[in-house]
């Protein structure tokens, strides 16, 4: 009975110190050494990053592949994200360190790939880690550096 008591109380301590850092001793969210710039005609603007920031986020990117027999693309599914309303987009490359948001529709997610109606074109380099990141930068999540 004595090691069940010591048990609930050990996990009863570290459950407080989590909640505790959720108040307002919690830390900052991390900064991602990067900035949003507006963009005409693109509500969501462009993300450009510092290496330092493009470091800290682990971004990576892969190029998007044509599909022949649809005529479509296909993109990582890592490269997919989801906003609060459902819409679906990829971040696209828009030059060294600067990443946009693209909309896309998907037919279809096979395994870890994701085949599109709609999207950027083949070739065009999509995130595939660090995606939810630059998410965070655009929505105001994560601050800007």
């Avoid at 990576?60 to 027999?69: D, G, L, N, W």
Wanted: with cysteine; net charge positive.
């Amino acid at each position: 009975m004595r090691r069940t008591s010591i048990w609930v109380l050990a996990v009863l301590a570290v459950s407080a110190a989590l909640v505790a850092g959720c108040g307002s001793g919690a830390q900052p969210l991390p900064k991602t050494g990067g900035q949003l710039l507006p963009v005409p005609g693109n509500p969501s603007g462009k993300i450009v990053l510092t290496p330092q920031g493009a470091q800290r986020l682990g971004l990576q990117t892969a190029p998007v592949r044509s599909v022949r027999a649809t005529a479509g693309v296909v993109i990582p599914f890592a490269s997919i994200v989801y906003d609060p309303s459902g819409h679906t987009f990829a971040f696209t490359s828009q030059g060294p360190l600067t990443f946009t948001e693209v909309p896309i529709t998907v037919d279809h997610i096979t395994g870890n790939l994701a085949y599109l109606r709609t999207g950027p074109r083949a070739g065009t380099q999509v995130v595939t880690v660090g995606a939810e990141e630059l998410f965070g930068v655009q929505t105001g999540v994560l601050q800007q550096t």
